[in-house]
């Protein structure tokens, strides 16, 4: 198969049509009309098998995830989804796996409305590379810098499931049948939190997805807005399946430094609590407030207003 004909079957004329793509597949550029008094918030993402994936991943689940993980970077940025091009690197034509890979695809492309307008297509090891593109009124888009001490810090959702999950399926843990599905699903079908971050963009001070695991991603936050933080470990929402499999402490470790979770982490200031429950429910997502940022530049992590010490070398992921 050609690489116009694979374009045309899988990928042309699919999924969401907006009434502001003018020109979509098919020339040498897509065609968009901005919205007025909006910013484009523009990300890209690669994942690339056997160091971002592993090659027994379903390819429906992949396409799905290729674009999640780029939806939750607008949604740390509280950007309404738009539009996204995909290069696609491919050691060879299979038409059930893009046929799977596509409809994974568009079903989280028709979820958040975001229309395929573009890519590449080239032959070589496997890889996913997404850019999308979001719209944020101009001056509301949440940033990374602007924590300030005194601010609550929050997350969306449960922390360390994907991680487990990702340990289950490389044969690291073995677990309970009845907790299994749930952690390999959030493993492979993150929740980008587009409501969440929408409804934040009035009342966070700052944001962040987790994406490399908590205890790495909070410091970006820390840096970017000249703070610290406290983080209370008891605090962090933990599902009943990681804690379930693992213990209690083994959930903490988890929730602390495991990766994927694609949750929103972000700061609230005192005066807009009471904004926030009411933004939070409507936006239908489970939040927590784990810590609070201080003065300094580092995370301190407290049990029971006790130091906690991170087991890290007991517990590497890579
Ligand atoms: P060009 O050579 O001008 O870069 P191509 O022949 O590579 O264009 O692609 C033709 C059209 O198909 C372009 O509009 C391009 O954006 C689109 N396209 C190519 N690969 C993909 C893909 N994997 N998914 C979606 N659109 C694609
Ligand atoms: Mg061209």
Partial sequence: MKEFQLIEQFFRDKGQKRRDVHLGIGDDCALVQPAENKSIAISCDTLVENIHFLPSMPAHELGYKSVAVNLSDLAAM?????????????????????????EGLFEAAEYYSVSLIGGDTTRGPRSINITIHGQVPTGKALTRGGAKIGDWIYVTGTLGDSALGLDILLGKQDVDPQFKEFLINRHYHPTPRILAGQALRSL??????????????????????????????????LSTSLVGSVGPEQAINYALTGGEDYELLFTVPEAQRGA???????????????????????????SNGEPFELDLKSFEHF
């Fill in 276 to 302: 926030l429950d009411t933004a939070l429910i409507h936006a239908g997502v489970k939040f927590v407030k784990i810590g609070q940022i201080c003065a300094g530049d580092k995370l301190r992590l407290v």
């Fill in 78 to 102: 509280g950007a309404d989804p738009a539009w996204m091009t995909l290069a696609l690197t491919l050691p060879d034509v299979d038409n059930d796996w893009l046929q799977q890979f596509s």
């Fill in 204 to 237: 966070a001070t700052s944001a962040i997805d987790l994406s490399d695991g908590l205890n790495s991603d909070i410091a970006h936050i820390l840096k970017a807005s000249n703070v610290g933080a406290v983080i209370d470990v008891n605090e962090l929402p």
